[in-house]
């Protein structure tokens, strides 16, 4: 903050509109995958899953 020196820092990090759209997609893979009871290592990508971005 200004006055106390200290470097503002945002309570969630800003995500560009193209990793929002990834999330969403991630999202919906995950949903899906839970409704139709797959397991991620069925599925072939297992490791986009545990993306994080």
């Known amino acids: ?3 106390k020196k200290i470097p503002y820092k ?10 929002k ?8 893979v995950k949903k899906n995958i839970a409704k139709f009871g797959m397991k991620t290592k ?4 297992y490791n986009l899953l ?3 971005c």
Do not use: C, E, Y
């Not at 945002?10 to 990793?19: E, I, N, R, S, V």
């Not at 069925?42 to 990508?45: D, K, L």
């Open 42 to 45: 069925n599925v072939g990508f």
């Open 1 to 3: 903050m200004i006055t």
């Open 10 to 19: 945002p309570p969630t990090k800003h995500l560009f509109l193209d990793q």
């Open 50 to 52: 545990n993306m994080s």
């Open 21 to 28: 759209r990834k999330l969403k997609v991630m999202q919906k």
